[in-house]
């Protein structure tokens, strides 16, 4: 495809993207049988092995990535701290962001996420994290173009032993061909992940180097003290015969002294008899195995997780120790998922957009990072305090927080106790009997005479005598401070007298609102 070029400058030739380059075989170069077994490792041999994969180039390598490998498979402490390391990082999961909000960024990211939503992507993360220990780790991408669009397929792990590193600058990774040379690994083809346990030589920045002088202890510690238990881990069995105990009789009672540990149980003559004799300073002397081999572990520890209060059971401990390592812990994990994500955008999504969509300005952003736990009691109290007082708060940033999902329209949602509705005020005194004079003038003027008499005689009541018990409090209140009363005159209403005024309204209304249903009653009758 004219024009691209990977990150390194070298332009990108799609005819070498297609089959597989670095698969393994049977008969050739790449065999998935190590070329040599490492038995019996010495101090002197380690030394050796070590010695030649400190210069890079000419498969030199090959031995010590073989003995990373060993390493993990007979150490089981090794193996779990490493294991817990790179499935903490594989387990967090990839999300991809657009590089911006236009619409070409966001369809880049779409064409990339769909990759990263497979099953198989943490195993495919597990493998390139083999870095960890061996300091670097190769995947070659197999690429689908069945539906006319460059696809990865998937991402096979490729033993490391089939690279090295260039020898001039021991950072150019190379793979070794089918004729057994070493040539450089196609652009757009291939995964590296480097990871670094220290500064210098992706090559020396593994753990496994770091690890191996421990490992070797550990496995003579462990021999030791497997032959001590086997001399010292049964007590001493003497058997004891009489002066005249023929030869056949001295064989059966050696014969049960040997055989009484694994079988518990034999038979010898009534003259004949035999003695345990236990050391009780044989357990004090073994400790010394135990602590040696428990004091190799936390160091393993201590380079793999860079803590050792979640992996072994120390004689004391505290709930705030073991936060300060689990914060040691997440530093290590961070720097895990930081570097892996970075690998993953040079050689993964770069390919992937450059070849669907051309090249770009910026490419999407790759992120594998672990949410932090929401303290909801402290966000549920924060917003009842501020939002109130005027804080805009957008309810999706609320439940991002919370993990939870914008519900849809036809979702059944949780919902508090419904608020009782609010009474609405009742008229003040002045509006409710003017309101019911002009109901009553309406009606007196289309009355007979007999109910105007007694219209009349409602409204003849004494305004002024129904209106004091209610509005004299107010009256005399206002004598201290009439200024200060006016924008309290609402709040003192619920303590006035108002039964008198109430009731008075209430008859007026009753009466003109039956006068009125009596004339309708009446225009329809004369209709």
């Known amino acids: 495809m004219a024009g691209l070029v990977d990150h390194r400058g070298r332009p990108i030739d799609t005819g070498t993207l297609r089959g597989e ?39 030199a390598s090959e031995r010590y990535v073989e003995l990373a490998e060993i390493m993990e498979e007979r150490d089981l402490h090794y193996l779990g701290v490493m294991q817990t390391r790179r499935r903490q990082v594989a387990q967090i999961g990839v999300r991809i962001e657009p590089a911006s909000d236009n619409v070409q960024d966001i369809a880049d990211a779409d064409l990339v996420r769909e990759f990263f939503s497979r099953d198989p992507i943490e ?19 197999i690429w689908d173009m069945s539906e006319r669009q460059w696809r990865p397929a998937r991402i096979d792990w490729r033993q490391p032993r089939w690279f090295d590193f260039d020898r001039d600058s021991g950072t150019q990774l190379m793979r070794r061909d089918d004729s057994g040379g070493w040539v450089e690994l196609e652009p757009y083809k291939f995964i590296v992940h480097i990871s670094k346990a220290k500064s210098g030589l992706a090559l020396r920045g593994g753990l496994a180097r770091a690890a191996a002088w421990a490992w070797l202890f550990k496995n003579y510690t462990i021999k ?12 001493l069995r003497i058997g004891k015969f009489g002066p005249g105990a023929k030869d056949a009789d001295k064989q059966v009672l050696y014969k049960a002294v040997a055989n009484i540990a694994s079988d518990a149980a034999a038979i010898i003559p009534d003259d004949m008899s035999i003695e345990f004799i236990s050391d009780t300073t044989v357990r004090g002397r073994s400790e010394i195995y135990r602590d040696l081999i428990t004091y190799i572990d936390r160091q393993i520890s201590i380079a793999v997780l860079g803590q050792t209060l979640t992996t072994d059971a120390g004689d004391s401990g505290s709930y705030a120790l073991g936060q300060v390592h689990n914060l040691v812990r997440r530093d290590i994990e961070r720097s895990d998922a930081r570097q892996l994500a970075a690998t993953l955008r040079r050689d993964l999504v770069i390919p992937i957009v450059a070849l669907n969509h ?8 790759v992120i594998i990072e672990r949410d932090e736990p929401t303290d909801t009691k402290m966000l549920a109290e924060t917003l009842d305090k501020l939002v109130p007082l005027g804080l805009r708060v957008r309810s999706t940033e609320v439940r991002a927080k919370l993990g939870l999902e914008e519900p849809d329209a036809d979702d ?51 305004w002024d005598a129904l209106a004091s018990p209610m509005i004299q409090p107010i009256l005399d209140q206002a004598r201290g401070d009439p200024e200060g009363l006016m924008g309290d005159i609402a709040s003192l209403y619920p303590e006035l007298d108002t039964n008198a005024v109430q009731q008075q309204l209430a008859q007026i209304l009753f009466a003109a609102d039956t006068w009125e249903r009596i004339r309708h009653q009446a225009d329809d009758d004369n209709a």
């Open 21 to 59: 380059r670095a698969g393994p075989s049977v008969t050739g170069v790449r065999s998935i049988w190590p070329t040599s077994h490492l038995h019996n490792l010495t101090p002197k041999r380690i030394a050796s092995i070590l010695r030649e994969a400190e210069v890079p180039g000419d498969g």
């Open 123 to 141: 195993d495919e993360l597990f493998d390139l994290l083999d870095a960890i220990s061996k300091g670097y780790s190769v995947a070659e991408i």
């Open 224 to 235: 030791d003290w497997m032959r001590f238990a086997e001399a010292y881990g049964q007590p």
């Open 358 to 365: 051309g090249v770009r300005k910026d490419y999407p952003k």
């Open 412 to 462: 059944e949602v949780l919902s508090g106790p419904t608020a009782p509705v609010a009474t609405p005020p009742l008229p003040g005194i002045a509006t409710r009997r003017r309101d019911a004079l002009l109901s009553l003038a309406n009606a007196k003027a289309q009355t007979p005479d007999r109910l105007e008499q007694a219209l009349d005689a409602i409204d003849a009541q004494d």
